[in-house]
């Protein structure tokens, strides 16, 4: 099949929502998407925005979309691409366009001369993982993910009234 990568749009911002919804869902995890058509309008389109969006077509029909911003490696000296979300509709799974909108994005890298292009994947997701060993992707040997959200960021990012 071929498929059509471009930039999302701010009029994409419902159909981007919509997406992050069902990866939610095949994530396990619906009820942890609090955004809004408004949350991703000022967030990937607003002054200041620095996450990016791409839609991936068929036929002018929107298959997926994937999410990334850039970091930076002070090992390298250069920043990265980081590939937040990828999502790819059920029926075109395993039809090359989730390919696509790595390979666009592992071509954008390249271009912008960026030291790595790097993601993560849950760790029960097989599909997604043997394809990325298949592409030659690697995993992070030695490293765990952590963060802070919710209420334990509220807590330990709260400004003290003496500060």
């Not at 395993?94 to 001369?113: D, M, N, S, T």
């Not at 790097?118 to 990325?132: R, T």
Request: glycine share 10%; net charge negative; with cysteine.
């Amino acid at each position: 099949m071929k498929y059509e990568i471009r930039n999302a749009l701010e009029s994409d911002a419902s159909q981007i929502l919509q997406f992050i919804k069902e990866l939610a869902d095949y994530e396990k995890a619906p009820d942890q998407v609090s955004a809004t058509v408004e949350d991703i309008r000022t967030s990937l389109f607003g002054d200041g925005a620095t996450a990016h969006a791409l839609i991936c077509e068929s036929e002018k029909d929107a298959v997926g979309f994937a999410v990334y911003f850039y970091n930076y490696s002070t090992w390298q000296g250069k920043r990265g691409l980081y590939l937040e979300d990828l999502y790819i509709t059920p029926e075109y799974r395993g039809k090359g366009a989730g390919g696509a909108l790595l390979k666009y994005l592992a071509r954008k890298a390249v271009k912008e001369q960026c030291g790595r292009f790097e993601w993560s994947v849950l760790d029960w997701n097989e599909p997604a993982i043997g394809f990325y060993k298949s592409i030659g992707a690697i995993p992070k040997e030695g490293w765990i993910g952590y963060q802070l959200a919710g209420e334990a960021l509220l807590n330990y990012g709260k400004i003290e009234d003496d500060e």
